[in-house]
């Protein structure tokens, strides 16, 4: 078994039961960046290596990209490389391990050179790019501010980077960048944030890193009619929140793109009637009930920089915060660490966590900055009664002991619960 070196800001994804990942770094700083895919087998709990096409090799290996997973294929955009941020848009076909770059059409039209921006595929021809930390646009680099974007300068950055807000779409078929146009207050530039889509329209945007300050805002934007919720912030002392934060790790308790939200009467009072897409028959009492949206934070930077060692579940409906109650191989927080979902069934989901480190990015020598290379499986909601058969049966018979009788299918269920390591339920 071939276990991937501990590292952070790198991508992760969950893919035909299997949990990805690559990119990312594992020495001191922006040193040491790792190259090649491992795969994680959610069903035997083993690593391995997966072989790139090598007529193809990766030119650049990056950090603190930007990424989604459309079906088989995923995009990604933008990152750090060698002391370059870049604005690339490349594909990795899922069946044959190929990477391929997009070149657009408009690039002075599109997003700025950057990393640690936010990305989700908007159906299955466009990506939806926010936020990043980078090079600001200018003739130098060939690309023109975007219109209603602001850009906050970084005063400690010789170079003049900064943050910003943009937001763009790339078409994927016409190889063009897209400046939607939208209605709300947009978040304030920012970077680190998590950029999570709830359901198959809407995005939300918690935290990151607005120049000096690691916040703690909610922003929600629609992607149907491109408009932005505006800041929900804590309203008061006595509502749990949790405190403002940037690297950290985020995803949503139900599959968004079986979820969709039924228009109401009541969306005048921003409350928001949840539909299955799958199912738009249901009555919105039933779906109600049948579905409950949640968001699951975990960890990331405090405001001196240091890891905090929590975790959160927000009721996306009522816009509630529950603090969750971590088990002891959860209790040390880590910042930048990666985390990807697979979602067995609308009752259940895993996901799956990797990396990131446990020390203070800003502050220490480099050489203690060190990534953690730990594999944990979080679950949520119901087991399957089949799940919850097989691993009753491992746990209280001998495998040696079992009738030669049973069904193939029955006997390797059993051989892949027996080598997993029980998950973390939270």
Known sequence: MVEPLGRRGSCSFVHNEKFYLFHGYNGPHDRQREQGLYSYDLRTAEWSED????????????????????????????????????????????????????????????????DKAGMVAYGDEMLCVFGGYG???????????QRGAQY???????????WTNELHLFHLKNSVWISPMTTGPRPPPCAAFSFTKVDCHRVLLFGGRQVNARVN????????????????????PTDLWPIGRSFHAACSLLDPDNVGVGLSTQMQHRRHVWLPCAAPDLSPFQSMHAVEPKLFVLWGMDQNGDPISDAWELNINRMEWKELRLPPCLSVGHSWHTLACEYPSPAQIKAVVFGGTCSNMFSGPESELLSVNKTLVLEFGVSSLQQICLRYVVQEFNMDSLPASLSPVVLQGLRCVA????????
């Not at 090079?135 to 501010?145: K, T």
């Open 51 to 114: 072989v790139l096409d090598t007529t193809r090799r990766e030119k650049h290996v990056v950090s603190g990209e930007a990424f989604a997973l459309v079906r088989s294929t995923l995009y990604t955009f933008g990152g750090w490389w060698d002391g370059e941020r870049n604005s690339r848009v490349r594909e990795l076909d899922l069946d044959t391990f190929r990477w391929r770059e997009y070149t657009p059409n408009n690039p002075s039209e599109g997003p700025m050179h950057k």
């Open 135 to 145: 090079e600001a646009p200018s003739v130098r680099n060939g690309i023109a501010r």
């Open 152 to 162: 906050d300068t970084d005063m400690a950055s010789v170079w003049g980077f900064c």
């Open 217 to 236: 805002e909610i922003h929600i934007l629609d992607m149907d009619n491109w408009s932005w919720s505006g800041a929900i912030i804590q309203t008061s």
């Open 419 to 426: 080598c997993q390591p029980l998950p973390v339920r939270l």
